[in-house]
Nanobody, 123 residues
Framework: VQLQASGGGLVQAGGSLRLSCATS????????MGWFRQAPGKEREFVAA????????YYADAVKGRFTISRDNAKNTVYLQMDSLKPEDTAVYYC?????????????????WGQGTLVTVSS
């Protein structure tokens, strides 16, 4: 599965961005999808996940209530709506896919990764 993340950019604190993760050549309908991020000098961390059934979502405490993950299987695309952005949300954001897996926060559970898209939040 090839994943292509997009939608990053520069935004002021309090603003919003919507990230997209599209696949090519394969449907995502049986993949649990996740978003992770890596800030400069820090380890990659979990952000959000949505089950392959679409029935459950899971968020890191740091983004709960501000970020929303969703999926459109017909478009083979997963989204991350990010609202009320903070400077500490600045990072490269990666999407990942896990075949019929649970909505895990562990990066090792994900089999496929996109190339990342940079989000910069200015204060």
């Amino acid at each position: 599965v090839q994943l292509q993340a997009s939608g990053g950019g520069l935004v002021q604190a309090g603003g919003s961005l919507r990230l997209s993760c599209a696949t090519s050549g394969r449907t995502i309908s049986r993949y649990t999808m996740g978003w992770f991020r890596q800030a400069p000098g820090k380890e990659r961390e979990f952000v959000a996940a949505i089950s392959w059934t679409g029935g459950s979502t899971y968020y890191a405490d740091a983004v709960k209530g501000r970020f929303t993950i969703s999926r459109d299987n017909a478009k083979n695309t997963v989204y991350l709506q990010m609202d009320s952005l903070k400077p500490e949300d600045t990072a490269v954001y990666y999407c990942a896919a896990n075949f019929m897996g649970s909505s895990s926060s562990a990066s090792r559970q994900y089999d496929y990764w996109g190339q990342g898209t940079l989000v910069t939040v200015s204060s």
